[in-house]
């Protein structure tokens, strides 16, 4: 899987905009970039995805740049429940060694100032 | 629709002794993934299982896990003979197909003493 880049960490405030990038100057033709978040003590949990077209839905919206080397999560309204670490995975449901496996890096830590 | 279930969601033991992670998929769920997160580290993938069949062992160490999901039941993440190196979250993940979205389990917690 293409390798992609985020910052370590973030800070917004309360009830703003957050806007997160990933770099994946790397990604194939056929990689999805995906969304996943993890709050504290928690499991991750699924946020968003997309392959070329950007994307919303009632979580956040997926700007993919034009040549696809970076994308944006955007989250409309930060809230404290916003609070968590933000990964940015591709993957390629039609590579040769596709198991639908996720593979995290270290992700974009966001804290969430009232 | 209950959610992906991990149980026990705290589990001590002392070295040497033996581990068992039982993971419940969520209804209709045919694919289960195991991730462990290290204490600071990000979550590492392990082993992906497709009802009785495991299809990915990759990021499982070859000595002393092992991993399976039966017919019926859970799936099982085995660890023997624990050191204090494996203690850490392990997280299963399940999905109705290959490449969609993967639902977690709220995490087990492995403390080795």
């Known amino acids: 899987d293409a390798k992609t880049t985020q910052p370590n960490s973030m800070e917004s405030n309360e009830e703003e905009p957050v806007h997160l990038p990933c770099n994946h100057s790397?990604?194939?033709?056929?990689?999805?970039i995906h969304w996943y978040r993890q709050l504290p003590s928690q499991g991750p949990e699924y946020v968003i995805h997309?392959?070329?077209s950007n994307v919303n839905n009632r979580m956040a919206s997926l700007a993919i740049a034009e040549d696809r080397k970076s994308s944006t999560l955007i989250l409309h309204r930060a809230t404290l429940r916003d609070a968590a670490v933000y990964y940015c995975i591709l993957r390629d449901p039609h590579g040769s060694s596709n198991t639908g496996k996720l593979i995290f890096g270290q992700g974009t830590t966001l804290q969430v100032k009232p | 629709n209950a959610g992906v279930m991990q149980n026990p969601r705290h589990l001590v033991r002392r070295r040497g002794q033996e581990a068992r992670l039982r993971c419940s998929p969520m209804k209709g769920h045919s694919h289960v993934y195991w991730y462990r997160q290290l204490p600071e580290e990000g979550l590492k993938f392990m082993v992906y299982?497709?009802?009785?069949?495991?299809?990915?062992e990759s990021g499982m160490p070859k000595e002393r896990f092992s991993a399976e999901f039966p017919k019926e039941g859970p799936s099982i993440l085995r660890i023997q003979q624990v050191v204090r190196g494996d203690s850490a979250a392990y997280f299963c993940?399940?999905?109705?197909?290959?490449?969609?979205?993967?639902?977690f389990g709220p995490g087990t917690r492995l403390t080795v003493l």
């Open positions: 790397t990604i194939s033709g056929t990689d999805y």
């Open positions: 997309g392959l070329t």
């Open positions: 299982l497709q009802k009785e069949n495991i299809i990915d």
């Open positions: 993940a399940s999905s109705p197909a290959i490449n969609n979205e993967q639902f």
